[in-house]
């Protein structure tokens, strides 16, 4: 069974530059979160999708955006990068609509210079 | 709101040592709880979770934790670790009502085990 999938692992991008991340949940899950990890730092709730439908969303600007498609599979963006945006990004997927089954994928890192 | 607070951002150790990670939270709602493990450049993986019944969990890898609700606290314990258990470590919670969810995490604790 494939895990959580996540692509690119790897990216560099230039402040001002927009950026879109993608992520492949597991077969059957309807249910995506997305999380910014900060280094030194404990993973931050960005947004959730579940059935397509944007459920929760956290404390970030509106230069974070998400989409959720029919396949449930999800994209997050990134407008206007500043250096402070360099992270790793985690996609999280479960079959409800609660994170109390999720699955993490290994990330795409993202470095803003 | 909820917050976690881990006690310890780091824990050294020797091999075969018992250990305890701390973690406690802050929360106005009853939540669910989760230990998370993060090994270098990974994702993280679910070690236990604490949703409802004993209060004491097992989870892989030999740990388990203790969840304590007078004192908001649910400490990860493993009896003897390896140098493999090296590693970050992350508690979360998770607020049981509403729909949705936002796993909240603490900072984390890095475990160091040395031979």
């Known amino acids: 069974d494939t895990g959580v999938t996540q692509s690119p692992t790897h990216l560099i991008k230039t402040r001002g530059q927009q950026v879109t991340l993608r992520c492949s949940p597991i077969s059957g899950h309807k249910s995506v979160s997305w999380y910014q990890q900060v280094l030194g730092q404990g993973p931050q709730f960005i947004f959730q999708y579940y059935e397509k439908e944007e459920r929760g969303r956290g404390n970030f600007p509106d230069r974070f955006s998400a989409r959720q498609f029919p396949n449930y599979s999800s994209e997050l963006n990134v407008n206007a990068l500043l250096l402070g945006d360099s992270a790793l990004y985690l996609c999280?997927?479960?079959?409800?609509?609660?994170?109390?089954?999720?699955?993490f994928g290994q990330g795409t890192r993202l470095t803003v210079v | 709101a909820q917050s976690v607070t881990q006690l310890d951002s780091q824990v050294p150790v020797f091999e075969e040592a018992p250990v305890e990670l701390r973690c406690n939270y802050s929360?106005?709602?009853?939540?669910?709880l989760f230990w998370y493990v993060q090994y270098p450049n990974q994702g993280l993986q679910l070690l236990l979770k604490y949703l409802s019944g004993s209060t004491l969990v097992k989870g892989i890898n030999g740990f388990e934790a203790e969840f304590n609700k007078s004192q908001t606290s649910f400490h990860l314990r493993k009896p003897s670790v390896h140098i493999s258990d090296t590693a970050e470590y992350f508690c979360a919670v998770s607020p049981r009502a509403g729909a949705g969810t936002a796993l909240i995490f603490g900072k984390g604790t890095t475990l160091s085990v040395s031979s």
């Open positions: 999280a997927s479960g079959p409800g609509n609660k994170d109390t089954e999720a699955f």
């Open positions: 929360s106005s709602v009853s939540v669910y």
